[in-house]
């Protein structure tokens, strides 16, 4: 994972799943479909919110599962999990969160198959 793109690899049955979960970027336009932008606080902002909105989306799939890993190139998947260790509704789930280099969806599926051996 990183800031804006997820992929949720589940092993079911001996069979991958693997869906994909995007931020979706917040984008002001005016009458005229021109993108308007403001100052910087304005900016930051935004991403916050976009961020924010991102996690919970995750956080609310991760709750389905007894044991989650994260791993990804960027500082996203600690983010994430400490905002998940805020809320006691993840207590019980076991997340684990592991450095990983950006991978390709065959290298993702051997990552969590051999995790989750």
């Known amino acids: 994972m990183d800031h804006s793109t ?10 991958i799943e693997t869906h994909t979960i ?9 009458a005229d479909k021109q993108i308007v932008y403001k ?16 996690y919970k989306e995750l956080g ?18 600690s983010e994430l999990v400490n905002l998940l260790k805020e809320n006691h509704l993840f207590d019980k789930i076991r997340i684990e969160v592991k450095p990983a280099d950006k991978m390709s969806e065959i290298q993702r599926n051997v990552f969590v198959k051999e995790h989750f051996k």
């Open 39 to 54: 100052d910087e606080s304005h900016s930051l902002n935004k991403e916050k919110r976009q961020l924010s909105s991102y």
């Open 60 to 77: 609310d799939l991760i709750l389905d599962n007894d044991e989650v890993v994260l791993f990804g190139p960027t500082d996203a998947k």
């Open 22 to 30: 995007e931020s979706q970027p917040e984008v002001l336009a005016d």
């Open 6 to 15: 997820a992929h949720l690899v589940k092993i079911i049955n001996g069979t």
